[in-house]
């Protein structure tokens, strides 16, 4: 099975990476992954660190020829912002004349960091809990996307709110995403109009909402948050399982969604909604037409029992407004023990549309998990043809 991990700080020399378990003969390229972290980087409301890195990735092993050779893939994206950081980040220094960094952002993990692991020195905490890590994540997972391209399933999102800036009338927008996810390529379709919009909404009045409240909140010194939606397009019937708690597709596609910095909020279809109706509005019904099995609806969200239906698989993930504020909140010195402002960290106003790209890449291994442990092999040859003969 696909598993990988992360390794590097957000100044520190390079973010590093090793992924394992991705069959052989799996065509792919820097270039292919580099576009996806070209797409973690827009959007509207992203801070300076955009202007200084130019992420591009070096896969160092595991590809021969351009493809996959069965073996660990290691990649690495060097930080260009290192050579301002070199006497800061040193890694044999004495840290003798560094600045300690001893007020907390609240909101962020540097105070629980700090008192976990016993640092007189934030910046400890700082630089590995930092956004940047996801650039890795996304390069990683990337692979495994292009796994599950291969078979035909594809993954999109957009952005259905930012601040007050919601998309309320879904009318146009579900009329938007049927056409483009009746497409080849499915709900990467979705992703790609997404990607026209500075802030990945599909909505234009409200996407010239979000834009001025973005706009305005960075002149208050403040940051916004928002919602997501991710879609997935030709899953199969039977991935993921109801038998063990841990083996439910929709508890797993919710912790890596989880797992994203600042995300507070994973919704599976329409969870939250249903919530408050009877059953008989939330449920989806079957229909037989020319001996085919289809449903009326998708409330569901591609999901029944931790196990996937056949419909599109739908998910909404709600991120927080960032923790560092250019107009600090009230913290404390940790050191002298007394009340200050918060420090400000280099940071972004509003990083909502690079949640939902990176929301995409962080699925594609649990997806591509639950592919493999019921269509099986050790190349993309072999699975393949077994997912070809099971289809028929």
């Not at 052989?24 to 959007?43: C, F, M």
């Not at 800061?88 to 600045?99: C, F, L, N, Q, T």
């Not at 540097?110 to 400890?124: H, L, Q, T």
């Not at 909140?217 to 399982?241: C, H, M, R, W």
Request: glycine share 10%; proline share 3%.
């Amino acid at each position: 099975m696909i598993r990988y991990i992360t390794s590097g700080e957000s100044h520190g020399q390079a973010l590093v990476g090793i992924i394992e378990g991705v069959p052989a003969g799996l065509p792919i390229s820097a270039e292919y992954i580099n576009h996806q972290l070209w797409r973690r980087q827009q959007g509207y409301g992203r801070g300076g660190r955009m202007r200084i890195e130019s992420d591009k990735v070096e896969i160092l092993s595991g590809v021969r020829f351009g493809k996959t050779i069965g073996s660990p893939i290691a990649l690495v994206i060097r930080n260009n912002d290192w050579r301002n950081w070199t006497e800061r980040m040193a890694v044999e220094s004495d840290g003798k004349g560094v600045e300690k960094i001893t007020i907390p952002r609240p909101g962020h993990a540097d105070y629980v960091g700090a008192m976990k692991y016993g640092f007189d020195d934030i910046r400890n905490v700082i630089e590995r809990s930092s956004a940047r890590e996801t650039a890795m994540r996304v390069a990683l997972c990337t692979i495994a996307r292009k796994l599950m391209e291969d078979v035909g399933v594809f993954i999109g999102s957009h952005v259905l709110s930012i601040g007050a800036a919601a998309v309320i009338n879904r009318t146009n927008i579900d009329k938007l995403i049927r056409k483009y996810t009746k497409a080849n390529c499915g709900a990467y379709k979705v992703t790609e109009e997404a990607d026209k919009s500075q802030v990945r909404i599909l909505d234009k009045k409200i996407e010239g909402k979000a834009i001025d409240a973005i706009r305005k909140t960075k002149k208050l010194g403040d940051t916004l948050g928002g919602v997501f939606e991710v879609l997935v397009t030709g899953a199969p019937i039977g991935l993921g399982s109801y038998v063990q708690y841990d083996r439910k597709l929709d508890g797993q596609l919710s912790q890596a969604v989880m797992s994203i910095h600042a995300v507070k909020g994973v919704e599976i279809g329409d969870g939250f909604t249903n919530a408050r109706k009877y059953g008989s509005d939330v449920h989806d019904e079957f229909s037989v037409k020319g001996g085919t099995i289809s449903r009326k609806t998708d409330r569901a969200g591609g999901l029944e029992g931790g196990v996937t239906n056949g419909e599109m698989i739908v998910l909404h993930g709600a991120m927080k407004p960032i923790s560092t504020l250019a107009n600090p909140l009230q913290s404390v010195d940790l050191a002298a023990r007394k009340s200050v402002k918060a420090r400000y960290e280099r940071s972004d106003v509003c990083a909502v549309p690079a949640c939902s790209v990176i929301a995409e890449a962080v699925i594609a291994p649990v997806l591509a998990n639950a592919f493999l442990e019921k269509y099986g092999g050790d190349s993309m040859k072999e699975i393949q043809a077994r997912y070809k003969r099971k289809k028929q």
